[in-house]
């Protein structure tokens, strides 16, 4: 009687452990998202580089990163950023300076999906003058 007394205890042990395996790894995880640009030039007077996010959807949207990425691959400091929390139906902006004759790309890293995202690198001259664009996907 004692022996069946224990193996009922260790099968509901089993069971609750194979439940709680279950669980968690059915849990909801946040997998990020990401967008990217082509890498792109304006030429020899190109010095700035503008990236705008778009949100289409009817929740707001997180950022895990932001990049704008010299052709070498290294990240630049960003000058100005106002993309924190974007809401529904609002776009945001981040920007820095950049070399001559140098191909840049625009990165950013969501939590959610980027279904109803959109994004576009600028390079400009004189910060008004577009001389080249790229849709971020």
Known sequence: MKQLFILSVIGMMRRVLAATVLLLGTSVVAHAATL???SIHGGPTQDSAFCY???AGTTPITFVSKEIIKESGTS???TFDNCSVLQPDETCLFFTSIVNNKTHACKVRINEKKTNVRGVLEIREGGAT???NSEAR
Request: hydrophobic content about 65%; charged content about 0%.
């Open 36 to 38: 990217a640009s082509a």
């Open 53 to 55: 996010i778009f949100n």
């Open 76 to 78: 630049l400091s960003l």
């Open 130 to 132: 577009v001389l080249s």
